[in-house]
């Protein structure tokens, strides 16, 4: 917490604006996808590595990114994950050979990686006690507001002057953060740091993570809504009416985030966030039975848009909730990078996958019972914390 006991609003709107531009390092190449073979034509099948490198990175690395964030220091680590991140968009910027586009993703992926790990620890200590559970569903909405922006304002930019100009624009906004943020977490007082872990120690270190109920719990409920949130604006469009099928889809992260920062933040102050999930979770098994008896309801879609606010709402709370100091909490967010990383890969492949074996319908019962999943291992993880706690 502040020394002064008060939220530093401020210096947390930066800060979520940091987690805008980690989410960029994925959405400015999945919003122009579709145009990204004209600026590498020799790509072929290859070119999807151009959005799935970053988030292999994510899955090898996220538990040790919070561990060696908690060595570097948390000030230190999101500022230099902002630089790191302008200097690969500038670079890209000068139209890469493939290869080397692919080599600067990697990159970007670490970058990432410093940023979510990062933010939502730094996010944690700027708010008050009262108030920690706002400002980190805030943080939750970062993803799709981020999307939201590079739809209304990237795209026309692209649509003007190029792919690589919008490329330009993400290093200009990146480098102003690191700018701005450098300067503004100046005398915020952190925890210090954790001793640099060897190489040799990190699958020791990897195991305790996944063996504490502490610290797995985010992760492992996180899993569950990563594998479908994006798989689902995938998979879901081409079964709605043709007439609605773009105001949908255009507005269901912006019902996500609403539902995440009115009724997720009304119901923390009521729930622990781990039983916000569960119900979020339960309200988009409910959502997902009402799109499967009624396909391309339009309301059913917005429900489950609700619904899975309300997941993203106890998630990111029930980090601080569950890991009371600053390394467990970043050892914990470390671990919810590496499932939302593996949910975002596997997740539109499986959703295909099954779509094409059984059907809208099925693909949609499977989609209910990973809901499902998701209000289980928060059970079980709750009973094994108990256990732990005697």
């Known amino acids: 917490m502040t020394a002064s006991g008060k939220s530093r609003w401020g210096v947390i709107l930066a800060v979520w604006a940091a987690g805008l531009g980690a989410a960029a390092q994925y959405g400015k190449v999945s919003v122009v996808f579709g145009q990204l073979g004209g600026l590498y034509p020799d790509a072929g099948g290859a070119l999807s590595l151009s959005v799935s490198m970053t988030g292999v990175m994510g899955i090898l690395l996220g538990v040790a990114a919070g561990l ?3 060595a570097f220091g948390y000030r230190r680590t999101l500022v230099w994950a902002l630089w790191s991140g302008a200097a690969m968009s500038a670079v890209q910027a000068l139209h890469l050979p493939y290869g080397l586009f ?20 730094l996010m944690a200590l700027l708010a008050s006690s009262r108030q920690r559970g706002t400002a980190l569903t805030l943080w939750s909405t970062f993803f799709g507001v981020a999307f939201a922006l590079l ?33 503004a977490m100046q005398g915020l007082p952190v925890p210090p740091r954790q001793p640099l872990p060897r190489l040799s120690m990190l699958p020791a270190l990897h195991r305790t993570i996944y063996r504490s ?3 797995l719990a985010p992760a ?13 604006l995938t998979v879901l ?12 889809m255009g507005a269901f992260p912006l019902i996500s985030i609403a539902s995440s920062m009115i009724l997720g933040v009304a119901l923390l102050r009521l729930l622990p966030a781990v039983q916000l999930t569960q119900l979020g979770y339960a309200l988009c098994a409910a959502a997902g039975l009402w799109l499967w008896a009624v396909p391309g309801d339009w309301l059913a879609c917005f429900a489950l848009a609700a619904s899975f606010g309300l997941v993203q709402s106890g998630s990111f709370a029930s980090v601080p909730q569950l890991n009371s100091t600053a390394a467990d909490q970043a050892e914990a967010n470390g671990a919810m990078s590496q499932a939302g990383n593996a949910g975002n890969v596997i997740g539109t492949p499986l959703l295909l996958a099954v779509l094409g074996l059984g059907g809208y319908g099925g693909m949609l019962l499977l989609v209910c019972a990973l809901f499902l999943a ?6 079980l993880l709750a009973a094994r914390r108990r256990l732990a706690l005697g």
């Open 68 to 70: 060696f964030v908690a």
């Open 102 to 121: 692919l080599a600067s993703r990697v990159v970007e992926g670490l970058s990432h990686l410093g940023i979510v790990v990062a933010g939502p620890t």
């Open 151 to 183: 739809n209304w304002l990237g795209l026309p930019l692209v649509a003007a002057h190029g792919l690589l100009a919008l490329f330009a624009a993400h290093a200009l906004l990146m480098a102003a953060l690191a700018l701005l943020l450098q300067r």
């Open 213 to 215: 109920p502490f610290k």
């Open 220 to 232: 492992a409920g996180w899993l569950f809504y990563t594998t479908c949130f994006v798989a689902l």
């Open 237 to 248: 469009p081409p079964h709605l009416p043709e007439g609605q099928r773009a105001f949908v």
């Open 374 to 379: 998701g209000i289980l291992v928060h059970q």
